[in-house]
């Protein structure tokens, strides 16, 4: 059966960037999210993108799960009004935990931490490790770069165009919404195979 996923992972950035734009788009993830009664699950912190997205979530009344190690509770301000907080021992172990919970993923503005967690989850699902939709919301065409480099691997022999595929890129928040379509499966794969 397929149907709207009900928890979403967003990933972005750990500061807000220098337009104000993205943090825009990271309050309209949050108010669609809330709107569809879509749980948001996330890293956790109180800071950048990923701050204004939980925030906007909250505030518009809807459910936020943060997930962050031990190590960056400080460093990335850990978020103190979640709806469920759960403080990992390692980046690893919150990884697992984000894509365990998740049924599909948003990738908005952000900075390394945000490309390292896109392409975990696109080699996993190229891999063959899930098929859960990973969508790029390309606001002001923030994610140029990184689809550029996706393209320039195919062109030179190192991917194929189908798992180039795997990562829709989207202009806006509403259309990662429709695009965020995912296969109900009796059996996940368990996540100490990745
Ligand atoms: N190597 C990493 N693996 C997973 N997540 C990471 C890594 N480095 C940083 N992060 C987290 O990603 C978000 C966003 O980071 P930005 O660099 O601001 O995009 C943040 O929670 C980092 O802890």
Not at 33 to 60: F, H, P, Q, T, W
Not at 111 to 125: K, N, P, S, V
Not at 150 to 163: I, K, N, P
Not at 172 to 191: M, N, Y
Request: proline share 4%; with cysteine; hydrophobic share 45%.
């Amino acid at each position: 059966m397929s149907s709207i996923a009900r928890t979403i992972a967003v990933f972005c950035g750990s500061r807000l960037g220098n337009d104000p734009i993205y943090q825009n788009v990271a309050e309209q993830a949050g108010a669609v999210l809330a709107r569809e009664g879509i749980r948001l699950v996330y890293g956790g912190g109180a800071n950048g993108l990923m701050g204004v997205v939980a925030d906007s979530v909250i505030r518009a009344g809807g459910e936020v799960t943060g997930v962050i190690p031990e190590f960056l509770t400080v460093r990335e301000k850990m978020h103190e009004c979640v709806s469920e907080l759960i403080v990992t021992a390692s980046m690893h172990e919150r990884k697992q935990i984000m894509f365990a919970r998740a049924e599909a993923f948003w990738i908005l503005p952000g900075g390394f931490g945000t490309f390292d967690e896109m392409m975990e989850i696109l080699t996993w699902r190229q891999l063959e490790r899930h098929d859960k939709p990973i969508i790029l919301v390309n606001t002001a065409n923030w994610g140029e770069a990184v689809v550029a480099m996706l393209e320039t691997a195919v062109r030179q022999g190192f991917a194929s165009e189908q798992a180039r595929a795997l990562l829709q890129v989207v202009p806006d928040v509403e259309t990662a919404l429709a695009c965020s379509v995912w296969q109900e499966r009796s059996a996940p794969v368990p996540v100490d195979t990745l």
